[in-house]
Nanobody, 122 residues
Framework: QVQLVESGGGLVQAGGSLRLSCAASASVNRDGTMAWYRQASGKQREFVAI???????NYADSVKGRFTISRDNAKNTVYLQMNSLKPEDTAVYYCAASIYSPTLLPGGYQYWGQGTQVTVSS
């Protein structure tokens, strides 16, 4: 059973930065597709960023140019660097892992972290 543990969330002012980390209990970080999703209060979970095992990345339009997904295979950890944060980025951020083909659909991920809260004040 793969476990994912997120950290790095918190309260930040608009325009600030945070780096989220997701530590995996197994090599799914190296061999699988890793992604970040977020869910704001009262809204559906939405895609944020994805990185395939080959290193290809993709981002939601709302975060392109501001967020960067990366991974450290030696540490079984994936990161989400978030810059120029906006109040609308406020949400619980979830790390997800898939051992199958890359997908933007939440249902395609077999493993999820518990989430970390990001709050951006105006």
């Amino acid at each position: 059973q793969v476990q994912l543990v997120e950290s790095g969330g918190g309260l930040v002012q608009a325009g600030g930065s945070l780096r989220l980390s997701c530590a995996a209990s197994a090599s799914v970080n190296r061999d699988g597709t890793m992604a970040w999703y977020r869910q704001a209060s009262g809204k559906q979970r939405e895609f944020v960023a994805i990185q395939t095992s080959g290193g290809d990345t993709n981002y939601a339009d709302s975060v392109k140019g501001r967020f960067t997904i990366s991974r450290d295979n030696a540490k079984n950890t994936v990161y989400l660097q978030m810059n120029s944060l906006k109040p609308e980025d406020t949400a619980v951020y979830y790390c997800a892992a898939s051992i199958y083909s890359p997908t933007l659909l939440p249902g395609g991920y077999q493993y999820w972290g518990q989430g970390t809260q990001v709050t951006v004040s105006s």
